[in-house]
């Protein structure tokens, strides 16, 4: 079984298309990564699923970079 | 590309009568699966009754946020994807702005443009994991050139032009377009309800001297449903008889 970093890792590789090695913690989706706010949202849309969960607009307006959205679904995720 | 309908599912809201029923029917002859809305059960029976297997009816109140996540939870456990909406159903309430009453400028405005937000906001998570989708909403001429008697209609129907386009530019780039079709007047129950002095100052405006046929809205709402219209988006195509070019 994945750690939940792992699986928040491979779900932002898959969404954004960008490489292992981008992924860094405190990498920004739209600075960082290459990200518009459409493809932020769908990102948490895929966490959702992922991990589900639903996650509230005013938390997911939070999740800006790597190291927050691994926070969110630590703090938050069923499993 | 493919160029076949076949297998598609679409959402056609006011589908009981008049425009939004040979939307309907149209879209199941191209062999899409077609779920029409109806204010009433009976209106519901109805619609299941003309599509005679080709999809259901189903009561939706699309003022209802309630009534309207029921519609979608259905949709996605019956049948699992859903890949074209069209926005049809509309209320009139006309009056004078003079003597117009709050309550008809918020009917007019929470069913024929609150509703439509609601709706595309509703099925968006879906089209966009899928990476297609098509949102056709019914507009009106007079959204275009304005009616005495109707600033509630006119404004709520050149509100979903402004809608289309802004969530036509969001959501480009996954494959799914976002179109208007804007009637001219077309023989239905609505206009009906129109005066004859209403109507005989509407003809003479006319080029092609004639109601249009609610299936004459169907067809362009079914080509831009189509594979073939996958460049279209944030159009609003005017089918009018020559009444407004714009």
Sequence with gaps: MSTIEERVKKIIIEQLGVKEEEVKPEASFENDLGADSLDTVELVMALEEEFETEIPDEEAEKIKTVQSAIDYVTNHAND | MTTSMQ??????????????????????????????????????DAISGYLSGKGEGIALNVTQEDSINAALKHIDETYGQLDILVNNAGVTKDNLLMRMKDEEWDTVMDTNLKSVYRLSKG??????????????????????????????????????????????????????????????????????????????????????????QPEEIAAAVVFLASPGAAYITGETIHVNGGMAMV
């Design chain 2, 123 to 212: 099925v968006m998570r879906g089209m966009m994991k899928r990476r297609s989708g098509r949102i056709i909403n019914i507009s009106s001429v007079v959204g275009t050139t304005g009616n005495p008697g109707q600033a509630n209609y006119c404004a709520a129907k050149a509100g979903l032009v402004g809608f289309t386009k802004a969530l036509a530019k969001e959501i480009a780039a996954r494959g799914i377009t976002v179109n208007c079709v804007s009637p001219g007047f077309i023989d239905t129950d609505m206009t009906k309800s129109l005066t004859e002095d209403q109507k005989q100052a509407i003809f003479a405006n006319i080029p092609a001297s004639r109601l249009g």
């Design chain 2, 7 to 44: 297998g598609q599912v679409a959402l056609v809201t006011g589908a009981s009568r008049g425009i939004g029923k040979a939307i309907a029917l149209q879209l199941a002859e191209q062999g899409v699966t077609v779920i029409g809305t109806a204010t009433t059960e009976k209106g519901a």
